[in-house]
């Protein structure tokens, strides 16, 4: 074996080590930068040696490039469906049914598990590695999703252990509650559509035609079954998720349990219900199946259904309440948001007060209006929503509700952009819309001041203290003991806090500023391309149009803040106030380049990035712009409009070659 088929397997091995530590076991030994370092290690080996094996490395879960429309594939056993049940009789019915069946009057023993609300995949392993994914469809042909699929961290490429000649892993690709949440947020800061809950969001993420996308969203799978298999056996349905979870696969059986009867299984069921908000997923009932395998074979099918399983479902959980006003929020980036304020009423055990009525288009297709008793639940458990208007209650003098043709706060007029459906304010100088883009800039995902909270934020703004984001860092002990409510010892904390966040990251420092279009992913992009605060502050059209994941669209907003005076002027205040934060990369090793500035053109014979990271780390400034300020011009193979503008400077031109040269 020669060194670098050596060393790529020892990639491949701790990679998916540490993606098994972080995705199933929830326990990482190692930070993300330490991750991505291997990774990127992993795949420029790849790339400088093609014939290496990599139908089951972990630089397949990226995401590729446009799938074409998906293709169909027959299951080799089909994807059954369970009858419902709604009633804890219905359970009894059935526990009567499989004894009658199996000709039993004892007691029967039953394994259950939680009923995820997720999207239904089978994963089919052949001799160990992960060959296809298909969905369920209509139990007998599902789509092949195998190149999304491959994008899940939780799901193993190759199995952990070696002998299985066919498994087909059947199971729930879901998104967490907390995760659901973030993406949201991601996707209105991006002016795309948001989900109505986790399972939709789940659904349509593995269904996109571009992996990338894919790849870019928190999926999780978690396995309950399995179809065909070959070297593989089991007796107990207790025993299949063990042995799944020793092949390197997830699955819920922390939630499960065997019940030696079925007044085990209703109590579990009552068990379940009360606790089900408590889980980091959506579930909306029970699976009871019968443990014996043996009997699961004598008992066989009915229908489309097997008679030896059922899933015990939820009640879903409703309420009526009366709409006493529809309030107008106004979002960071200037969006009007109509919010039902309600008459308060427990849904699933949560008090509900407000629901969020998304936009004009939503309240007109609903016809809410002030003075209507709705239907509402949590959606995905998650997000309280108006599902219906209980017409005959209606007011007769009840009237449509219109949005507001001006700002309720600042009083300008609001503005509506083609192909959004949202109203904004466009009011730079909107309270409202500074309020909430302090709380963004003082929440845990941008600089993360822990004990300053949306209600001291919007205090601070209501006494003036705070008018923009440095002043933050300018608050004095004095400022805030002269608040209601704030003693000596919560005021310090407060202070800690601001001083802690100082010490951040490039990545969350440009996430903070609040940049449309700019959620976490693509901060991330941006200070991993530009490297510097500098770099990024200098960027360009065709500079930010190479960067991962951004387009036109993007690339016009940054360069819209960045053109802003008063913007870079903050920018500038909050590094004069202590903001500091380390730039992921290699070590600085020498001076040599010091004070002198390069841009980087052109196919090199490695990344651009390594080319950025050579420069940095002996003193050089990485900057996106040519100017006769440059110092020199990194060329490779076409180089386009750089190269000619560089040589009108008369700027120094340098190939990879002279670059490596001036560095020893």
């Not at 973030?182 to 993420?205: C, M, S, V």
């Not at 069921?269 to 199946?289: C, N, Q, S, W």
């Not at 420092?509 to 200070?527: P, W, Y």
Request: glycine share 6%.
């Amino acid at each position: 074996m020669n060194p670098y088929e050596k060393r790529h397997r020892e990639l491949k091995a701790t990679l998916e080590r540490h993606n098994h530590l972080y995705h199933v076991l929830d326990q990482p030994e190692i930070s993300d930068y330490d991750y991505d370092q291997l990774f990127m290690e992993l795949v420029e080996l790849e790339k400088l040696h093609p014939e290496l094996d990599r139908r089951d490395s972990p630089s397949h879960r990226v995401g590729a490039e446009l799938l074409s429309v998906f293709s169909k594939q027959d299951h080799r056993l089909p994807m059954l469906s369970l009858s419902n049940s709604y009633d804890l009789e219905d359970l009894k019915d059935f526990d009567s049914r499989v004894k009658k069946f199996a000709k039993l009057s004892g007691p029967i023993e039953y394994f259950i598990e939680p009923k995820l609300d997720g999207l239904a995949i089978e994963l089919i392993y052949e001799d160990g590695h992960l060959v296809r994914a298909l969905t369920r469809g209509d139990g007998q042909t599902g789509e092949d999703v195998t190149a999304n699929v491959k994008t899940i961290r939780s799901i193993p490429l190759k199995l952990r252990e070696d002998g299985v000649k066919l498994l087909e892993v059947r199971g729930e690709v879901l998104i967490f509650k907390d995760a659901f949440l973030a993406l949201n947020q991601d996707q209105d800061e991006k002016g795309e559509h948001t989900f109505a809950n986790p399972r939709n969001a789940a659904a349509g993420t593995l269904r996109q035609l571009d992996s990338r996308i894919t790849a870019s969203r928190p999926l999780r799978f978690f396995a309950h079954g399995i179809g065909a298999f070959e070297g593989f056996s089991y007796s107990l349905q207790s025993d299949l998720l063990e042995q799944i979870e020793r092949l390197g696969l997830p699955t819920t059986s922390k939630l499960c349990q065997i019940c030696p009867n079925i007044e085990a299984v209703l109590d579990a069921y009552d068990d379940l219900a009360k606790t089900r908000h408590k889980l980091p997923f959506e579930i909306d009932g029970m699976v009871v199946k019968v443990n014996s395998l043996r009997l699961q074979d004598d008992l066989g099918l009915v229908a489309r259904s097997p008679r030896w399983a059922t899933a015990a479902k939820f009640k879903p959980e409703q309420a009526q309440t009366l709409i006493e006003d529809i309030a107008i929020q106004i979002g960071r980036t200037g969006v009007l948001t109509p919010v039902a304020v309600m008459t308060p009423v427990l849904v699933g055990g949560v008090k509900v007060t407000y629901a969020t009525l998304h936009n004009a288009e939503e309240i007109e297709r609903k016809d809410v209006r002030i003075g209507d008793t709705v239907l509402v639940h949590r959606a995905g458990d998650v997000i309280p929503e108006v599902i219906s208007v209980v017409l005959e209650k209606r007011p007769k003098k009840s009237e449509p509700f219109t949005m507001p043709s001006r700002c309720p706060t600042c009083g300008e007029k609001v503005e509506r952009f083609p192909e959004e459906v949202a109203v904004r304010c466009v009011n730079a100088f909107c309270p409202s819309v500074f309020v909430e883009s302090l709380k963004h800039f003082a929440s845990r995902r941008a600089m993360n001041i822990e004990k300053v909270g949306d209600r001291l934020l919007e205090t601070l703004v209501e006494k003036n203290l705070v008018t923009k984001f440095s002043d933050l860092y300018a608050l004095t002990k004095k400022d805030l003991m002269a608040l209601d409510r704030q003693g000596e010892k919560s005021v310090q904390n407060i202070l800690d806090s601001i001083a802690k966040s100082k010490q951040s990251s490039l990545e969350r420092f440009i996430f903070s500023l609040g940049i449309r279009f700019v959620g976490e992913q693509t901060a991330k992009h941006l200070a991993k391309h530009f490297g510097s605060l500098e770099g990024f502050l200098a960027a360009d059209e065709t500079a930010l149009m190479t960067v991962e994941e951004i387009g036109p669209k993007v690339a016009k907003s940054i360069l819209d803040q960045l053109g802003k005076k008063r913007f870079v002027q903050e920018v500038e205040r909050l590094i004069k106030a202590g903001i500091e934060f380390k730039i992921k990369g290699p070590a600085r090793v020498s001076q040599v380049l010091q004070g002198q500035s390069f841009v980087v053109t052109g196919t090199l014979p490695v990344k651009r990035d390594e080319a950025h990271a050579l420069i940095e780390a002996n003193g050089g400034k990485v900057v996106s712009g040519v100017s006769s300020k440059l110092s020199y011009l990194v060329v490779g193979e076409d180089p386009g409009s750089k190269f000619q503008k560089a040589q009108d400077l008369n700027v120094k031109i340098l190939s990879w070659e002279d670059l490596q040269a001036l560095v020893k």
